[in-house]
């Protein structure tokens, strides 16, 4: 009776499986949110053969998974690259199988450069600039490196494939490993002292390498961003050994690939770069050495026939008689060169006299000698043209002083006539220029008379 009137138990609350959530959350996004815009950068964009494309959103708080289906159909679908800052109208949805959020891309639009794309163009405008990027202040790769060293991480892909190559391409050669964090805060700075260490291997107690591989494996622009920062880039063209870069895959591009002396697609390509194919060397050296050995047996065979051809002719007659001609010969050439060394020694010494006369008459008493008798000479002509030049002016000074007598005052004197002067020796011509109490001055023959004029 009792258990009739007694209360029933409640019913155990009924679960959800995982699909029902997911499809739950499912709906209330895709019907609250539903197609909206919106604006982030793109990151670690994967192109995928079927033609879908699956990236990441994000800003400087958040990221989400995108997808979109048939991209090259879509509108705006160049715009899609790593770094890039767009716009997409999209879908909110959820991913069941993976219960994780993600929005369904109809199309795109660039918004600008992304911030780390923006960093990267600008620093790679400015060291261009600076021409770390410039082709002539590369160094050559050597042909034969001995010791090669490598700067990347011990536990990653990127150094099992340098170091399968090497073994495989070049066993003898050592490869030297500085292993350094090649993501994350700060691994720029061990990146470049590792470059600085490696280049300076006296300084920091390691082997001297011949050349350097610096990299890592593939991985999204965020991942490969420490080889994008400055601090590397200046690091790599500072060091005086030749570095290869290997960062990521064959479509990834840094700042270290512009500013090395050679870019690799990937680390497996920078191991074969840096070394020789040992294999393919000694092919070559069988293939030289089968030359060689051809030449020789060729040259020996050639002269064998030779000495054949020899020994059925001139040798077989007699070692003397070829010797005759030649013999001939060297005594004609002999005497050739007697007569020319003598003719030679006497123009010699022809022009050795000459040079000596010429010196002797050169010498200063012979020139002082010279200049005295020529000085003497001079003297002489000197004195026979002053003693003929002042006879000349005697006798001409004789016919004037004659000429002087003759038509000059003192004539006149003698034939009685006198002059009269005023009393400042001025010739007295007419009356008109006297005047009564001058004094006068009268020349006669034999003296003077001074007189006054009273009227």
């Known amino acids: ?110 918004a600008g450069q992304g911030d780390l794309q923006a960093r990267f163009e600008a620093l790679k405008r400015r060291l261009h600039a600076e021409g770390l990027f410039d082709a002539d202040r590369k160094k050559p790769i050597p042909k034969f490196p001995r010791v090669v060293g490598i700067i990347t991480s011990d536990t990653g892909a990127a150094i099992r494939d340098i170091l399968n190559v090497l073994g495989r391409r070049a066993p003898w050669v050592q490869p030297v490993l500085l292993p350094v964090r090649v993501q994350g805060k700060g691994a720029e700075f061990e990146i470049a002292k590792a470059i600085e260490k490696l280049g300076n291997p006296e300084r920091f107690g390691y082997p001297r390498c011949d050349v350097m591989i610096v990299g890592r494996g593939g991985g999204s622009i965020e991942d490969l961003w420490n080889f994008n920062e400055e601090v590397v880039a200046r690091a790599i063209a500072a060091c005086p050994i030749p570095i290869i870069s290997a960062v990521g895959h064959e ?19 920078a191991a074969e770069l840096a070394v020789p194919d040992g294999e393919e060397l000694i092919s070559r050296l ?59 020694l006497d123009e010699a010494s022809s022009r050795l006299s000459h040079a000596a006369m010429a010196h002797k008459a050169q010498h200063p008493a012979k020139v002082l000698e010279r200049r ?82 009273e009227e």
């Not at 909206?36 to 994000?58: M, P, R, T």
């Not at 479509?251 to 390509?269: E, G, M, N, W, Y």
């Not at 293939?287 to 040798?315: D, F, I």
């Open 1 to 110: 009776m009792d258990d009739l009137f007694a209360k029933p138990k409640p019913a155990a609350p009924k679960a959800l499986s995982v699909t029902q959530l997911c499809r739950r959350i499912k709906n209330v996004v895709e019907i609250e949110v539903g197609e909206l815009w919106i604006e982030g950068e793109v990151s670690n964009l994967k192109k995928q053969a079927s033609g879908h494309w699956y990236f990441s959103l994000k800003d400087d708080g958040a990221q989400i998974q995108c997808a979109m289906f048939g991209a090259r159909k879509r509108q705006g679908h160049e715009a899609l690259e790593d770094g890039a800052l767009v716009r997409v109208f999209a879908e909110v949805s959820l991913y069941e199988a993976r219960g994780q959020l993600q929005i369904i891309i109809q199309k795109a639009e660039r």
């Open 251 to 269: 479509i990834d591009f840094t700042i270290a690939d512009f500013v090395a002396d050679l870019r690799a697609p990937t680390p497996s390509a």
């Open 286 to 344: 069988a293939q030289v050495r089968r030359r060689m050995a051809r030449q020789v047996v060729e040259r020996l065979t050639a002269a064998r026939r030779s000495v054949e051809v020899l020994k059925r002719g001139a040798l077989q007659r007699g070692g003397e008689r070829l010797l005759r001609e030649p013999s001939m010969q060297l005594d004609g050439l002999r005497t050739r060169l007697l007569q020319s060394v003598r003719s030679a």
């Open 372 to 453: 005295l008798d020529h000085v003497s000479s001079l003297g002489r002509q000197l004195a026979r043209l002053s003693e003929e030049q002042l006879a000349r002016r005697d006798q001409q000074v004789r016919r004037l002083a004659g000429l002087l007598r003759t038509l000059g005052p003192e004539s006149a004197f003698q034939r009685g006539f006198s002059i009269t002067l005023d009393a400042k020796g001025k010739l007295v011509r007419s009356v008109a220029d006297l005047r009564a109490g001058e004094e006068l001055i009268t020349k006669l023959k034999d003296g003077q008379i001074r007189s006054r004029i």
